[in-house]
């Protein structure tokens, strides 16, 4: 059967019933999703959907939070226009746990309404800020209707370490069905440097790029056949 890491830490089934996190999917394929976040500046994410553009990755997975959305309409349509997957990063960027569950469903609810106003989608994965959660937490994310995903390999782009720091961070890290943690926010301000290095390396391994949507399908599929 195939299987993902839930937020204990422990094995879960895909379909187990325990509220859980997403961190990756164990396969034995070489499939990995790039994940950004973004929820400030309008500096850092342009350059960062150019180079995917040009290094010709059409897979990828951009958490957007609600307020960044409404600031910057035009670069949320194109991470849209672009084919990439959007996800629910929240409004308030604040730790969930903190606060009960009329004020987390406010939260996402605000932000996807952003969401869907300006890209017509409609959220159903959601990040939430700062990484944030406990089992009432994702209990009542799942109660809405989404699954939450966390990331395996964290790049730690936005302790801005240097370039080729985060790029060794990910390439000694990665596995098969990984979930990689990036941000497109002004705050990684070295993201951009390193993100060519983190794909061409990647691809040197062999690894493929899918959404993380993609990700869990190929679990569930995995998890009838075998």
């Given amino acids: 059967m195939a299987v993902l890491f839930a937020a204990s830490g422990e094995f879960k089934a895909f379909a187990a019933e325990k509220p859980s996190a997403i961190y990756k999917v164990d396969t034995n394929q070489k499939v990995v999703a790039l994940t950004f976040d973004i929820s ?6 342009e350059p ?17 939070s609600g307020p960044w959305t409404q600031r910057h309409p035009k670069i949320a349509k194109r991470i849209h ?5 959007i996800g629910n990063h929240g409004h308030l960027h604040k730790d969930f746990s903190n606060y009960p569950d ?8 605000l932000s996807e309404k952003a969401i869907y106003q300006v890209t017509g989608v409609k959220t159903r ?9 406990n089992p009432r937490v994702i209990k009542c994310l799942n109660s809405m209707g989404y699954t939450v995903i966390q990331w395996n390999t964290d790049s730690l782009d936005w302790k801005n370490p240097g370039a080729q720091a985060i790029t060794q ?8 069905g990984d979930i990689i ?6 705050s990684s301000k070295q993201i951009v440097q390193a993100l060519p290095q983190i794909i061409s390396g990647l691809r040197a391994k062999g690894y493929q790029f899918v959404t993380v949507s993609e990700l869990l399908a190929q679990a569930k599929v995995q998890s009838k056949v075998e």
């Fill in 48 to 64: 960062v959907l150019d180079l995917l553009q040009r290094e010709k990755v059409d897979k990828a997975t951009f958490f957007l």
């Fill in 125 to 133: 994965l959601i990040r939430t800020p700062n990484g944030d959660f």
């Fill in 102 to 109: 009329g004020w987390i469903r406010q939260q996402v609810t």
């Fill in 181 to 186: 943690l990036m941000h497109a926010s002004d």
């Fill in 169 to 176: 961070r990910v390439l000694t890290r990665v596995v098969p």
């Fill in 40 to 45: 400030w500046g309008e500096k850092v994410p």
């Fill in 81 to 85: 226009d672009m084919g990439y997957e």
